[in-house]
């Protein structure tokens, strides 16, 4: 099966690609990884998580125990800042206003406050005619639709490829979207790139539904088997 068939000029491609996507904007139970720089580093301590060294770098653990994660009214706690709305915003939003909060209550300009804000990796999950489904998570800013299912184990023969569904969360609930990664014009969806908490489903092929083969050949021998089954059995009973 052939990926990204052409339909239309690159240059014509990659303009619309540049124009479709957009920067993620934080949902609920989205977990945040926030830290705090300053020239004096004890004074931010306390906004950084504690033995931050003693686990593994990439550990989900870590990640859901030192990250803030985001509550039902889209809130984040924060020492000493305390409940602040992320609902909505951008990461680099969300730096600003932090950044903001720190120098008008707890520090002064001089003490040169640096935030970082992340997501605390992409989780993803990934079901249907897939080599590995399950849940995936990928310390990365961006994963397209093809990084998300070479991850679970690509596409078997007997998976629809032009067809993935994207199951996607919203504040008002969940949205299906539909895509044709067989096409070339794939890239210029704004769900080319996917989101955290997205499920990735990908449909068998009729042919599989129906048992009838994986192949076009298994599938034309299926059926001259169970013509074959069909005639013998037609002869029995005219026996009978």
Not at 88 to 107: A, D, M, P, R
Not at 117 to 138: D, F
Request: glycine share 6%.
């Amino acid at each position: 099966m052939v990926y990204l068939q052409p339909q239309e000029t690159a240059a014509d491609s990659i303009s619309k690609v540049v124009a479709s996507q957009s920067p993620y904007r934080v949902q609920i139970y989205d977990i945040l990884n926030i830290r705090v720089k300053a020239l004096d580093q004890d004074a931010v301590q306390i906004f950084n998580p504690m033995g931050e060294d003693l686990l593994s770098s990439n550990s989900d653990e870590r990640a859901y125990f030192d990250g803030f994660t985001v509550d039902l009214h889209g809130e984040i706690r924060v020492p000493a800042l305390g409940r602040i709305n992320v609902l909505g915003y951008t990461t680099e939003e969300i730096e600003n206003i932090l950044e903001k909060k720190l120098l008008e209550e707890q520090f002064k300009e001089t003490a040169n406050i640096f935030v970082t804000v992340k997501l605390t990796g992409l989780r993803y999950t990934v079901s249907g005619e897939v080599g590995s489904p399950g849940t995936n998570t990928l310390f990365q800013d961006r994963v397209n639709i093809f990084e998300a299912i070479a991850n679970a184990g690509e596409i078997p023969i007997t998976g629809d490829r032009k067809d993935i569904m994207i199951i996607r969360q919203y504040p008002q609930g969940q949205k299906i979207h539909h895509l044709d990664i067989t096409k070339e014009d794939v890239m210029n969806s704004p769900y080319y790139y996917i989101q955290p908490n997205d499920i990735v489903y990908v449909k068998p092929l009729k042919q599989k539904s129906w048992g009838t083969g994986e192949t076009g050949m298994q599938t034309l021998a299926t059926i001259a088997t169970l013509l074959t089954l069909g005639t013998t059995t037609l002869l029995l009973i005219d026996r009978l």
